[in-house]
């Protein structure tokens, strides 16, 4: 037992030593970036809209050759199926290259007019989702319902709806019956 134990800490600390060393350079293995490192390489990358999903990071790396060096091409794709989604990003290795990329605007890829601008960067906590209030604040019974629909069957009202006048629980009716 006491042998198993001495085995399974040197299984642990040669783990732990491979989990701390940097991947080596052929490694394909995620990659940390800072946010500073992020914003940098956004700088120097463009969006390009309306990519057919039937292109490879060749095809569009040939198509942007002129404009500069091209570090890396990223199609994005579902992840549930697995099918490209239509655009990519294009990371070039200097800024003026993302200026002279601009000029490719509106031009042809494949028999598609494609859509190219300079990438944004995401900042962490601004969320374009997120609107600032609850969209329905009471739950309604099922899609019928709206939010003062649920309010006023529900017989709590801080304040009666306009135009009609509150006349209670008992003369609405109810859409529950246990018979």
């Given at each position: 037992m006491e042998e198993e134990a001495e085995k399974l800490k040197e299984l642990q600390n040669?783990?732990?030593?491979?989990?701390n060393m940097s991947p080596p350079p052929g490694n394909a293995g995620p990659v940390?970036?800072?946010?500073?490192?992020?914003?940098?390489?956004?700088a120097r990358s463009i969006?390009?809209?309306?990519?057919?999903?039937?292109?490879?990071?060749?095809?569009?790396e040939?198509?942007?050759?002129?404009?500069?060096?091209v570090n890396r091409v990223t199609i994005l794709c579902d992840k549930y199926t697995g099918h490209p989604k239509g655009f990519a990003y294009i990371e070039f290795s200097d800024k003026e290259s993302v200026r002279t990329s601009l000029a490719l605007d509106e031009s042809l890829f494949r028999g598609r007019q494609i859509k190219v601008i300079p990438?944004?960067?995401?900042?962490?906590?601004?969320s374009t989702t997120d609107r600032g209030f609850?969209?329905?604040r009471y739950?309604?019974?099922?899609?019928?319902y709206s939010s003062s629909r649920a309010r006023?069957?529900?017989?709590?009202?801080?304040?009666?709806?306009?135009?009609?006048?509150?006349?209670?629980?008992?003369?609405?009716?109810?859409w529950y019956s246990p018979y």
């Open positions: 040669e783990v732990e030593k491979q989990m940390i970036m800072s946010l500073e490192e992020k914003m940098e390489a956004d969006y390009v809209g309306n990519v057919d999903y039937g292109a490879t990071a060749e095809e569009l040939a198509h942007f050759h002129g404009c500069g060096s990438k944004r960067t995401n900042r962490p906590g601004i609850p969209r329905t739950r309604g019974r099922g899609s019928g006023f069957y529900s017989g709590f009202s801080s304040r009666p709806p306009r135009g009609r006048a509150y006349r209670g629980r008992a003369r609405t009716t109810s």
